[in-house]
């Protein structure tokens, strides 16, 4: 169901896109206030947002992307991130899912993403059923965390595929399943999303009902990418946990700024000088830094090594792939402690809700939760060391066919 688009050398005009995101800053600071109340992002910052084409960043050339690569990807969501937590979220759904357009036949990544204004949100998981009919699929589903779906106009939903009222098996045995798109005006949006953190990014419930979906607008993980080219051919839910991994590490750099702000300022009770000349906030500030760096630089550093090796030809192995999902694991669990670090140093001044270091605790905690930074993966990475089987892991939901290295450890931090 793949339409294949050979290689080919491209330029981009992109100049900067880090610099221009991390340039909204003060604009998404001023304009985000009062997301906890409405919930949604408001319509300001992603016109903004759109203005600097973050939603199309990762789409390819041929439909007036900038194909870019995974390494500056990263670095944007996680200077979103570092503005807003529930703004980052939402650039980096919205940012990344544009690589589908690689993945899809190249007639329907033109129809969903050929808009300059399209941004897609919804999940991967297999809630819905896709019948099959002449041309496609009926579809009906209800899914939930379709985060940003207050500025999405179309959404993805994972299918189990049904053939003559079952579902049709797949050569592993299990059930053949399709990520299906469908546009937002026949989508029912459920108000379900009344979150502890990154409460701005409207990650509410959807659902449709018998909604005929073309053959064209389908597509699955496991199959190799329309478009070959390098960042389509990267591990794409594996890539993905990367790019969640920059969130809770962009609210983290908020949170230390934060707190040396505070620190230089507030002076505690019973004292006579400023937290910042206290011991207790030296030596809470400097386990905060390292806990970030040093998880970024795994996670970066992960995520470099294998993208110049699948720009090499090489094609990516369950080891690697693992090492994406522990390196976004340890990082994102990394950036949440070091955000408990200085919100705990900051005293009884963190504990409003009017201040940043409590927003910045509750995304962060709540980024952490997704299924691709959860502290399931250290063990899942124990299991590989350990030489066992991960095959029916999560690991496994972009495999597409390479050669399983079940016992290959999952590589070390350099």
Known sequence: MTSRVVEMERETTLVDPVGA??????????????????????????????????????????????????????NVVEAASYADGSVGWCVMIGGCYATF????????????????????????????????????????GRWPLASGSSHANWYVGGCVVLRDGQPVIGPTGDSLTRECFFPAAVTELIDTWDSTGLRGTASHDYAVGDVFVPASHTMSFHEPPAIDRPLYRM???????????????????????????????KTPQRSTSVLADKPIAHDRLGRAHVLVAAGRRYLIETLNDLWVRVRAGHAPTMAERGSLWLAATHAAHSALEAIELVFTAAGASSVYASSPLDRCLRDARTAVQHICTQELHFELAGRHLLGRDVVSSAWAIDYRGETWTCAEPTSPAR
């Open 21 to 74: 995101v991390g340039s909204l800053t003060d604009l998404i600071r001023a304009e985000c206030g009062d997301i906890d109340v409405t919930r949604r992002i408001p319509a300001s910052v992603v016109g903004a947002l759109q203005d600097a084409e973050v939603f199309r960043l990762m789409a390819p050339v041929e439909i007036g992307g900038s194909e870019l690569d995974p390494g500056t990807f990263f």
């Open 101 to 140: 357009a690689g993945l899809l036949p190249l007639e329907g990544a033109v129809a969903i993403y050929g808009e300059p204004e399209t941004i897609s949100a919804g999940a991967f998981r297999p809630d819905g059923v896709a019948v099959e009919v002449d041309g496609g699929f009926r579809v009906t």
């Open 235 to 265: 591990p794409p839910v594996a890539m993905f946990a990367t790019f969640i991994g920059a969130v809770p590490l962009g609210i983290a750099r908020h949170a230390i700024d934060e707190f040396v702000r505070l620190a230089a300022a």
